[in-house]
Nanobody, 114 residues
Framework: QVQLVESGGGLVQPGESLRLSCAAS????????MAWYRQAPGKQRELVAG???????DYADFVKGRFTISRDNANNTVYLQMNSLKPEDTAVYYC????????WGQGTRVTVSS
């Protein structure tokens, strides 16, 4: 079964950190490049961070130096460590593959507010 389940979101103050998790079905995790996306209210979904075919990672300019994507191959899980959070990071965060998307999960909501 193709499945993506995100968790770890919440309400935090500016400057704080969160770590998001994405449990992926094995067929997705083992065969596709994984990435994190987000969708802020009234905006289109956008790429935040992802793994590349060269075995590296890349990040959107607006999170470079603050967010880190990582993976646990044994548990088919992708993480997004988010530091120095800003109010503009408020969004629903999703994981998915790069390119041809799998069915989207429910996402996890991140709210950054004082």
């Amino acid at each position: 079964q193709v499945q993506l389940v995100e968790s770890g979101g919440g309400l935090v103050q500016p400057g704080e950190s969160l770590r998001l998790s994405c449990a992926a079905s094995r067929i997705i995790f083992s065969t596709r490049l994984m990435a994190w996306y987000r969708q802020a209210p009234g905006k289109q979904r956008e790429l935040v961070a992802g793994f590349t075919s060269g075995g590296s990672t890349d990040y959107a300019d607006f999170v470079k130096g603050r967010f880190t994507i990582s993976r646990d191959n044994a548990n088919n899980t992708v993480y997004l460590q988010m530091n120095s959070l800003k109010p503009e990071d408020t969004a629903v965060y999703y994981c998915n593959t790069r390119g041809r998307f799998a069915p989207w999960g429910q996402g996890t909501r991140v709210t950054v507010s004082s």
